[in-house]
């Protein structure tokens, strides 16, 4: 490869780097070329970006963007797919089930997620009961909106806001 293709690739790694707030770094050691077309396929069907490109190349761009990734660049041993990401845990949910279907393969050997570092394996089921943002907002609206529906169902229930609160007074009483 030319230095300009090189430098050309680390220029589009970086700018992935700035876009998406995710990534993982997964094993595609064993992992023939069907196997890794259907990974990309379900990549793409739940909207993550799969890279193979050299680790050097990776470790440059790294060293390119804002911020502290040196913990990241150990895990950059031997044949590793990047996987760019909007929701933290999306990849490790895939990368969980379609493990199961391929003898483990891909692994997770590292993840930035939540502008945190994860190293390793083992932390796959911690990446993948991460919430995403939305599913934090739905929690937070689901226990809101509870007290709430009690209220607007008495008052359609034709109680009265003075009966409301009496039972309010006496339940507190």
């Given at each position: ?5 090189k430098s050309l690739l ?70 590793t797919g990047i996987m ?41 089921d911690a990446l993948c ?45």
């Open positions: 490869m030319k230095k300009e293709d680390i220029d589009q790694l970086a700018a992935l780097l700035q876009e998406y707030p995710h990534f993982y770094l997964v094993d595609m050691t064993g992992l023939d070329s069907t196997t890794t077309s259907n990974l990309r396929r379900q990549c793409f069907k739940s909207e993550i970006k799969l890279h193979v490109v050299k680790n050097t190349l990776f470790e440059k761009a790294l060293d390119k963007t804002e911020g502290d990734y040196s913990a990241l660049v150990p895990s950059l041993v031997g044949p760019f990401c909007n929701t933290a845990n999306e990849p490790a949910k895939l990368i969980k089930k379609f493990g199961k279907e391929n003898n483990g393969q891909p692994a997770l050997k590292a993840a930035y997620a939540e502008e945190s570092v994860y190293v390793g394996a083992e932390n796959l009961a991460i919430k995403s943002k939305n599913e934090l907002i739905a929690e937070v609206v689901a226990a809101l909106e509870g007290p709430i529906k009690g209220v607007v169902s008495a008052l359609d229930g034709g109680t009265t806001i003075h009966g409301l609160l009496d039972a309010i007074e006496k339940k507190n009483a």
